[in-house]
């Protein structure tokens, strides 16, 4: 009972340093999301993915990039990294019409940029 | 961008206690969920609520749907220590699939 799994815990970059966080999920999911968390600032989504070939902007997409590569895997790129991208970083994954069931999170990445 | 205002912000209770926490918003959702983020973890789901009105129980966590569809209310009754945790609201509206979070509750549960 996978879920949803996260690459890498932890990492500490440099400023300006790139970086590509994986996730995968193994629950046939159609649909996948990236957070960041803040102390204070709740979930905020980054990007998403509502199927296989589709991404779109969240509400803080700037500095990110995203690859929806198959239906099981979305990656989520810092190209450049700076210290305000310091932060933990959550992928979910739904079913197509969530409401029924919610997201399920992975256990999130935890970033420093120094 | 939207949020969901969430209160309040943190608690420190006794255990066997009772907490209530709640969530508002100014537009209209058409589901409501209550997750719950033990340290060093991602959310997992407690409860959903998919009707205005609704009242739905998981042990002795009970959360409402707002009639007015603005709202939700979340109790957890009789505290014990592995209630430590932030809790999080989320509303989905109709159209993407995305989910609205609120800022969370930072519970803290003493003996």
């Known amino acids: 009972n996978a879920g949803v799994t996260q690459t890498p815990k932890f990492q500490v970059l440099k400023t300006g340093q790139s970086m590509t966080l994986q996730c995968a999920q193994d629950?046939?999911?159609?649909?996948m999301y990236w957070y960041r968390q803040d102390p204070g600032m709740g979930l905020r989504l980054i990007y998403y993915?509502?199927?296989?070939?589709?991404?779109d902007k969240g509400e803080v997409p700037n500095g990110y990039n995203v690859s929806r590569l198959n239906k099981r895997e979305f990656s989520l790129r810092l190209e450049s990294a700076a210290p305000s991208q310091t932060s933990v970083y959550f992928c979910?994954?739904?079913?197509?019409?969530?409401?029924?069931?919610?997201?399920?999170f992975g256990s999130g990445t935890r970033l420093t940029v120094v | 961008g939207q949020q969901l205002n969430q209160s309040p912000q943190s608690m420190f209770i006794q255990e066997g206690e009772d907490v209530s926490m709640n969530c508002t918003s100014s537009?209209?959702?058409?589901?409501w969920l209550w997750y719950k983020q033990d340290p060093g973890e991602g959310p997992v789901l407690l409860i959903a609520?998919?009707?205005?009105?609704e009242l739905t129980s998981n042990g002795r966590l009970t959360a409402q749907f707002g009639i007015t569809r603005k709202d939700s209310f979340l109790n957890i009754s009789a505290s014990i220590p592995s209630d430590v945790g932030i809790y999080f609201c989320?509303?989905?509206?109709?159209?993407?699939?995305?989910?609205?979070f609120g800022t969370g509750t930072r519970l803290q549960v003493f003996p």
């Open positions: 979910a994954s739904s079913a197509l019409n969530t409401g029924l069931y919610g997201y399920t």
């Open positions: 629950m046939n999911h159609n649909s």
């Open positions: 993915s509502a199927s296989e070939g589709t991404t």
């Open positions: 537009s209209i959702f058409n589901t």
């Open positions: 609520l998919y009707k205005a009105g």
């Open positions: 989320a509303g989905q509206q109709v159209g993407p699939d995305k989910l609205i």
